[in-house]
């Protein structure tokens, strides 16, 4: 049958798919267009498992906010290397995924990865075809959602998007949610307040403060005294509301907020690539490779 440059082009518009890869899938299958699209969405997910194990450091956050404020998500998408990172469909996919967290009930990730998308594919559908059009590894690493009768908001990090926060107030203030959405975002606070600092953390630092004061050889009063210092400075350190805020430092967080007449009610702080151990590539090398394997 004669594959026609016609049907060339409406295969790459369905596949998203390069134009010889195209040609050949429609050679394969006799210019059958369904079996050519069906063929190729297979060895696409081939090659989206065969990626699977590759380290994902990379990548970008997103969050969205609903209309009225009541619903907030967020999500960290990633891939191997932030030239994709930057990709307009890498971006989309992840805006995507986190517009439907917020628009869906979701609490685990065979949820999530269900989710129908606008493309009438799901999450994870989508996401195996996106590997083979960008030829990376692509996961959706970690998710939150919050719905809340007080208000929300969020804040992505530069144009990069490598950090997002999302904030959960008491009452409705969109603009002192974005403030501490970004001091979160610039501080990496570890909880909110001292009462959530674990008792283990405190006994550690205890150990730790008192050791060091033991060699000043002052008396245990003073040992003490001193010890009990150290430990609220720790606080102010590690706790969201001990921290002076980062856009006026005269004032604590803790502070602020309470003169809005306001309170936090939680927090979620996601940095692309942290905990994940980086493998040092060559991708030069490894673009060497795949192009003497083909």
Not at 125 to 132: A, D, K, M, Q, V
Not at 197 to 224: H, R
């Amino acid at each position: 049958m004669n594959i026609t440059a016609a049907m060339v082009k409406e295969l790459r518009e369905r596949t998203s798919s390069g134009m010889m890869e195209c040609k050949k899938a429609l050679v394969e299958s006799n210019g059958d267009m369904e079996l050519a699209v069906e063929n190729m969405r297979k060895a696409g997910l081939a090659k989206a498992d065969k990626k699977s194990g590759r380290t994902a450091a990379e990548g970008i956050i997103s969050v969205k906010i609903s209309a009225d404020g009541k619903s907030a998500a967020i999500v960290d998408v990633n891939c191997e290397t932030d030239f994709v990172a930057k990709a307009d469909d890498f971006v989309t996919f992840a805006n995507d995924v986190a517009t439907a967290v917020l628009n869906a009930e979701v609490g685990s990730d065979e949820e999530l990865l269900g989710l129908v998308l606008a493309n009438g594919q799901s999450i994870d559908e989508t996401r195996r075809g996106l590997i083979s059009k960008l030829g990376e590894n692509i996961t959706v690493r970690r998710f939150d959602k919050f719905k809340t009768d007080g208000g929300t908001a969020g804040y992505l990090h530069g144009t990069s998007s490598k950090i997002g926060v999302v904030v959960e107030l008491a009452k409705a203030d969109a603009e002192l949610a974005k403030d501490v959405a970004m001091h979160i975002a610039a501080t990496n606070p570890n909880c909110i307040s001292e009462e959530q600092v674990s008792q283990s953390l405190i006994d550690k630092e205890k150990e730790i403060f008192t050791a060091q004061a033991l060699e000043s050889g002052k008396p245990a009063d003073i040992i003490g005294k001193m010890v009990e210092g150290r430990i609220k400075k720790f606080f102010a350190e590690i706790t969201l509301l001990g921290q002076a805020f980062v856009k006026d430092d005269s004032v604590t967080v803790g502070q602020l907020v309470k003169s809005k007449g306001n309170s936090v009610l939680r927090f979620t702080r996601f940095e692309v690539g942290e905990g994940i151990e980086k493998k040092e590539e060559n991708f030069a090398e490894e673009v060497m490779a795949q192009v003497r394997a083909s």
